[in-house]
């Protein structure tokens, strides 16, 4: 009887849904970022429309902390994450059913935006849910192996399912049918994560909400307290601007890279098809943010924060040259607008870190869970409002004056970083 294995009721093991959950976590919000942007240009939209109503679908992460609570108070993490599952797989298929039609535009953005909702709403039920469902060793251990698989997530989301649009436009002729087919494929993909995760996440005790009333009253004077106290901490109007500034630059940028690879030689663009656009951005360019991402991580492990912030800005803000000397040149060599691509996204990837561990360091402290969704908020909030601008500013001055403008903005990344004070030992591997 000693020899018989027993593993309690809700218990299983991490490899059997941490891979697939944050696959599936990936996936919805490139559909609304990045995706809807390269569908609708492909359909016909402007540029200004495109970059004006794609960078509305940011709230729902901006406002994200604000709702954040209530996924707490209501409910438990399992539920939420296996509901909004389903209302992203809903989503997927309303948006796969209006491209066709002829308001697809107005139709396929309300859906994007319930969408939107759903996905971020996802990313804390999901992330709440990862740190209920695992001990503090678990957690340690799998967080490179959740980031992993979210990062494949993109490059499926981003290369393969973009690929796969392009292939349909040449087989079918028929860019509408074609896009509406992908998003058919994305929300059959959906359906079976959902049906998975029903039958594979663990139901934790920690996650159980029963027997836990929670004081109205009480609860929104935290809130408040919290709210205070992250505007009111040392630096914090220095911090703020950072958040908010330093990737100005890169928020311009993001929303109008994909139409500029997209849009013919006559028109100021680089012509590629759909497909060598999947491939271009959605895979050479990931895998250089990912490396750029871990040699970041590496280095400051190594030096700190402090000592690797300036060649961090340097990073994220002069590669962006590669899209001046790509509007100028008008290259047709895929291999050398891979190159470009991958340059620009691996000194991104690396100077990102910088950004990422700086929100830590901030929300260090009282209330630092709070503060750092508070944190995110703001980091939704600057890619946000740029891009809104962004597609206008590049129709009235054109791509090369346009990629001109967002190296004037990288001073901006330079100006905000010098005000910042960070202690020489955070982010050094303790010995």
């Given at each position: 009887?000693?020899?018989?294995?027993?593993?309690?009721?809700?218990?299983?093991?991490?490899?059997?849904?941490?891979?697939?959950?944050?696959?599936?976590?990936?996936?919805?919000?490139?559909?609304?970022?990045?995706?809807?942007?390269?569908?609708?240009?492909?359909?016909?939209?402007?540029?200004?429309?495109?970059?004006?109503?794609?960078?509305?679908?940011?709230?729902?992460?901006?406002?994200?902390?604000?709702?954040?609570?209530?996924?707490?108070?209501?409910?438990?993490?399992?539920?939420?994450?296996?509901?909004?599952?389903?209302?992203?797989?809903?989503?997927?298929?309303?948006?796969?059913?209006?491209?066709?039609?002829?308001?697809?535009?107005?139709?396929?953005?309300?859906?994007?935006?319930?969408?939107?909702?759903?996905?971020?709403?996802?990313?804390?039920?999901?992330?709440?849910?990862?740190?209920?469902?695992?001990?503090?060793?678990?957690?340690?251990?799998?967080?490179?192996?959740?980031?992993?698989?979210?990062?494949?997530?993109?490059?499926?989301?981003?290369?393969?399912?973009?690929?796969?649009?392009?292939?349909?436009?040449i087989f079918t002729r028929d860019v509408a049918f074609s896009w509406s087919m992908t998003f058919y494929v994305l929300a059959v993909l959906f359906i079976l994560f959902t049906i998975y995760h029903r039958f594979v996440l663990p139901c934790p005790t920690s996650d159980r909400q029963e027997n836990e009333p929670r004081n109205m009253r009480v609860f929104m004077n935290e809130f408040w307290e919290t709210i205070v106290s992250f505007c009111t901490k040392k630096q914090a109007n220095v911090a703020i601007l950072f958040m908010l500034l330093y990737r100005f630059p890169e928020a311009l940028l993001v929303k109008i890279t994909d139409l500029f690879l997209?849009?013919?030689?006559?028109?100021?663009?680089?012509?590629?098809?759909?497909?060598?656009?999947?491939?271009?951005?959605?895979?050479?360019?990931?895998?250089?943010?990912?490396?750029?991402?871990?040699?970041?991580?590496?280095?400051?492990?190594?030096?700190?924060?402090?000592?690797?912030?300036?060649?961090?800005?340097?990073?994220?803000?002069?590669?962006?040259?590669?899209?001046?000397?790509?509007?100028?040149?008008?290259?047709?060599?895929?291999?050398?607008?891979?190159?470009?691509?991958?340059?620009?996204?691996?000194?991104?990837?690396?100077?990102?870190?910088?950004?990422?561990?700086?929100?830590?360091?901030?929300?260090?402290?009282?209330?630092?869970?709070?503060?750092?969704?508070?944190?995110?908020?703001?980091?939704?909030?600057?890619?946000?409002?740029?891009?809104?601008?962004?597609?206008?500013?590049?129709?009235?001055?054109?791509?090369?004056?346009?990629?001109?403008?967002?190296?004037?903005?990288?001073?901006?990344?330079?100006?905000?970083?010098?005000?910042?004070?960070?202690?020489?030992?955070?982010?050094?591997?303790?010995?």
């Amino acid at each position: 009887m000693s020899h018989i294995s027993y593993r309690p009721k809700g218990k299983r093991s991490p490899w059997a849904w941490i891979p697939t959950l944050y696959f599936a976590e990936a996936l919805p919000y490139l559909a609304v970022m990045t995706i809807s942007t390269i569908m609708y240009k492909r359909l016909g939209i402007s540029n200004t429309d495109i970059a004006f109503y794609t960078s509305w679908l940011y709230l729902p992460w901006v406002i994200k902390p604000f709702w954040s609570p209530i996924v707490d108070l209501l409910k438990t993490k399992r539920w939420w994450t296996i509901i909004m599952e389903l209302c992203i797989s809903v989503s997927l298929a309303c948006v796969a059913w209006t491209i066709p039609g002829p308001y697809f535009f107005k139709l396929s953005l309300a859906f994007f935006w319930l969408m939107a909702f759903s996905s971020a709403t996802h990313d804390i039920a999901a992330d709440g849910y990862y740190m209920q469902a695992l001990t503090a060793h678990e957690q340690s251990l799998f967080v490179g192996i959740r980031s992993t698989f979210y990062r494949l997530g993109m490059i499926l989301g981003k290369g393969l399912l973009v690929i796969i649009a392009g292939e349909l436009e040449i087989f079918t002729r028929d860019v509408a049918f074609s896009w509406s087919m992908t998003f058919y494929v994305l929300a059959v993909l959906f359906i079976l994560f959902t049906i998975y995760h029903r039958f594979v996440l663990p139901c934790p005790t920690s996650d159980r909400q029963e027997n836990e009333p929670r004081n109205m009253r009480v609860f929104m004077n935290e809130f408040w307290e919290t709210i205070v106290s992250f505007c009111t901490k040392k630096q914090a109007n220095v911090a703020i601007l950072f958040m908010l500034l330093y990737r100005f630059p890169e928020a311009l940028l993001v929303k109008i890279t994909d139409l500029f690879l997209i849009d013919p030689v006559s028109e100021g663009g680089l012509g590629l098809s759909t497909i060598e656009l999947g491939w271009v951005q959605g895979t050479v360019g990931i895998i250089g943010l990912t490396l750029g991402g871990i040699l970041g991580g590496i280095a400051v492990s190594i030096g700190g924060l402090k000592k690797w912030l300036w060649p961090m800005v340097i990073s994220i803000s002069l590669p962006d040259i590669v899209y001046v000397y790509l509007a100028y040149a008008q290259t047709t060599s895929l291999n050398l607008i891979s190159t470009c691509i991958f340059v620009e996204q691996f000194g991104y990837g690396f100077g990102f870190t910088a950004y990422m561990l700086y929100l830590i360091y901030y929300s260090q402290g009282k209330h630092q869970t709070a503060h750092y969704a508070f944190c995110t908020g703001l980091m939704a909030l600057s890619m946000m409002l740029p891009g809104m601008i962004a597609g206008y500013l590049q129709e009235s001055l054109g791509y090369t004056h346009f990629f001109w403008l967002v190296m004037v903005c990288t001073g901006l990344t330079f100006l905000v970083s010098i005000c910042l004070k960070i202690d020489s030992e955070f982010g050094k591997k303790k010995r």
